[in-house]
């Protein structure tokens, strides 16, 4: 059976209400990634490690230390489980998917709606990598040969070109001198310049 197609998306998840069941170290990697984009989120498990009860008592999250339980997912944008217990995440999808919450059972690539990619971040610069669930050890491969390729360099690149922008948007340039002024910008020739007089600056210090 032929899987199903993708759609590659970033989510903005700042505000919005996510529930994560379990509270285990799996569970406490994906809480992390969670708050990192602002999420806020609710944790249902019996028993929580210290991390998530630290997290609890700095109201970062709000945890309720019981089993799950269906109204769980009221009002939520997304859920995440990791549990031991096969037959409570095959509940968890079926009560996700009635309700059209989106659902990801982790390492159960058949019960998720979204899979986590593989990351390379620099800064504002995100490079996602998805083998749709079929080869995680791929997608960290790869991810590692990126990183080598976008050094921590990009971050400061990104803020920079991202200054210029704001500058031409509020400019009276012709439209289409504007869009070739910012790929200029951004194009290989100006990112190796950059990088030359990032490394002369350090020199001179």
């Not at 669930?133 to 690149?157: C, D, N, V, Y």
Request: hydrophobic share 40%; with cysteine.
């Amino acid at each position: 059976m032929k899987p199903p197609k993708l759609f590659p998306m970033f989510l903005k998840l700042s505000a919005r209400p996510c529930l994560v069941v379990g509270a285990g170290t799996i569970a406490e990697s994906k809480i992390a990634s969670l708050l990192e984009a602002g999420a806020r989120v609710l944790v249902v498990a019996p028993e929580a490690t210290a991390q998530v009860r630290s997290w609890t008592a700095s109201d970062n999250i709000e945890w309720h230390p019981r089993p799950f339980e269906p109204a769980d997912l009221k009002g939520m944008f997304l859920v995440i489980a990791a549990t031991s217990s096969t037959e409570l995440h095959e509940r968890i999808y079926r009560e996700a998917t009635h309700r059209g919450v989106l659902c990801n059972i982790v390492d159960v690539p058949p019960l998720c709606d979204f899979y986590y990619p593989s990351v390379v971040q620099r800064g504002a610069l995100q490079i996602a990598i998805s083998t749709a669930g079929k080869s995680p050890a791929l997608a960290q491969r790869l991810r590692k040969q990126l990183e080598e390729q976008f050094g921590p360099e990009f971050e400061e690149w990104l803020a920079q070109l991202g200054e210029v922008r704001d500058k031409l948007q509020s400019s009276k340039l012709d439209p289409e001198e504007r869009k070739r002024l910012l790929h200029e910008d951004a194009s290989e020739e100006a990112f190796e310049a950059f990088r030359r007089n990032r490394r002369q600056s350090k020199c001179s210090d």
